[in-house]
């Protein structure tokens, strides 16, 4: 264990959480000094559900817009059109409602009006409102592109869970997954990062114990809480940890296939564990211990796999997509794919072993 380091935190200022925590924006817009409301979110919420029609009721007179075209995995000309709506009608704040693909373009919307404040209320278990990171998709070469920006990250951000109600129930789960992809990288992650591997090993705990009962109790906001506190856990780091090779894979599955991330790391994450598991056993190790799926004498690398197969049992368990083929990605594109992903690098072999195990 090292006894040397150091930890900068991202911008994020308060973390608001609980049901009828919403209630709170009004208060946190007028504390941010924000007088020019602009909501970013996606079609479906805006116009299939009344989440949108809340908030929107909740900021009353600083309610200036609602951009609603931000689509899956970002598209760009959905951020370039909710910059032009925000410079129209002057905003002054930015309130994103959905989830990481509504969030992570609110992040860009921001960062081009010159990091204007930003107030997430998320609907899945993405964790992008906790990130300096966000990815789009440029529409003509199909490529997923993105920056890390600290002052980007969103200043507040509300978790509650009452607006996760109409979240279809399998992106739910599948972004809970997300979550688990974030905190497993996490502790393999390069360097030492003492504070994050316990929350990341308590957020693994958590999302186990509470993805599956969130499932068969849908209603109970008790259980949906427990797992947004969970994918805060997941992505309680600092800037300089980076994700790994489940992330690389599931951002080119996603953007070229259409494949949602959630799903992508429902896909990629326990062969991604399996074959780490060579070279990076005693950091996975801890999980199966967490999870009480290996003796506690067991070698590091049985933990390890003990830990790639619990994994790959709650995917199944939760009835989620587990194969690559199941999301119709060819075993003819699995090279382009693991080239894409870590280019012509060592790495590329592993990544190889990977997708194939996966498809």
């Not at 930003?118 to 964790?127: E, G, M």
């Not at 290996?294 to 933990?303: C, K, L, R, T, Y």
């Not at 080239?339 to 195990?357: H, N």
Request: hydrophobic share 45%.
């Amino acid at each position: 264990m090292a006894d040397q380091g150091e930890y900068t935190f991202l911008p994020l200022e308060k973390v608001i959480y609980g049901a009828g925590s919403l209630a709170r924006l009004p208060g946190e817009v007028e504390r941010l000094r924000g007088r020019r409301a602009l909501i970013i979110t996606g079609r479906t919420l805006a116009t299939q559900t009344p989440l949108v029609g809340r908030v929107a009721t909740l900021l009353a007179e600083r309610h200036v817009g609602t951009y609603a075209g931000i689509r899956q995995h970002v598209p760009e000309s959905g951020i370039h059109e909710a910059v032009t709506l925000a410079r129209a009608h002057q905003a002054d704040v930015l309130v994103s409602v959905g989830g990481g693909s509504p969030i992570d373009a609110a992040k860009a919307v921001a960062r081009t009006l010159g990091y204007i404040p930003h107030i997430a209320i998320p609907t899945t278990l993405s964790a992008a409102e906790f990130s300096h990171l966000a990815g789009y998709t440029d529409e003509a070469t199909k490529s997923k592109t993105g920056f890390a920006d600290p002052r980007a990250t969103p200043r507040i951000a509300i978790l509650d869970p009452e607006m996760t109600l109409a979240t279809p129930m399998w992106l739910w789960l599948a972004s809970g997954i997300r979550a688990l992809d974030h905190a497993v990288e996490t502790l393999y992650s390069p360097g030492v990062h003492p504070v994050n591997d316990v929350l990341a090993l308590e957020s693994i705990r958590r999302l186990f114990m509470y993805l599956p009962r969130s499932k068969s109790e849908p209603e109970n906001l008790a259980v949906r809480v427990q797992c947004q506190i969970a994918a805060w856990m997941s992505f309680f780091r600092p800037a300089s940890v980076q994700m790994g090779l489940s992330h690389n894979l599931g951002r080119r599955i996603g953007a070229t296939y259409d494949v949602p991330h959630g799903v992508a790391s429902c896909i990629t994450l326990a062969p991604v564990m399996r074959v780490k598991a060579r070279t990076e056993a005693a950091r996975l190790a801890p999980i199966a211990r967490v999870l009480r799926c290996a003796p506690e004498e067991a070698p590091d690398e049985v933990a390890a796999l003990a830990a790639a197969a619990a994994v790959a049992r709650l995917v199944q368990s939760l009835d989620l997509p587990h194969r690559l083929r199941d999301v119709n990605v060819p075993e003819s594109a699995l090279e382009a794919i693991a080239l894409a992903a870590v280019g012509d690098s060592p790495q590329k072999t592993e990544a190889l072993e990977v997708l194939r195990q996966a498809w």
